[in-house]
């Protein structure tokens, strides 16, 4: 089964404690870096929910990052163990955005 309830977690594979990132949902208001938590030195979490099943998710930074950095994507769904993070791929000035598959994700998982 898709989730309806995932997390998304964006790490900054610099250690930079600087966060210009958002993402959304196709079809849903855009996630602004003020709604993820930090919850390490490089690392910020948020909650997404939807209606439906998470099929995609586009991601994209919002200011560029540090010369060679990079924000490293992983999605998890409930009950969001250490098991459960999937990486999605990474954004950076070269990649500024994408749309992550998600779908992709749930079905190699079953």
């Given at each position: 089964k898709r989730p309806d309830r995932v997390k998304l977690l964006a790490a900054d594979l610099t250690l930079a404690a600087n966060m210009s990132?958002?993402?959304?949902?196709?079809?849903?208001?855009?996630?602004?870096?003020s709604a993820f938590a930090q919850v390490a030195p490089n690392r910020w979490s948020v909650t997404l929910s939807s209606e439906r099943p998470i099929n995609e998710l586009v991601?994209?930074?919002t200011q560029p990052l540090s010369d060679g950095s990079a924000l490293g994507c992983h999605i998890a769904s409930a009950p969001f163990e250490q098991q459960s993070w999937h990486y999605l791929g990474a954004i950076s000035n070269e990649s500024p955005s994408t749309v992550f598959k998600t779908r992709l994700v749930w079905i190699r998982s079953i």
């Open positions: 990132f958002c993402c959304f949902i196709p079809g849903q208001p855009m996630i602004p870096a991601a994209f930074i």
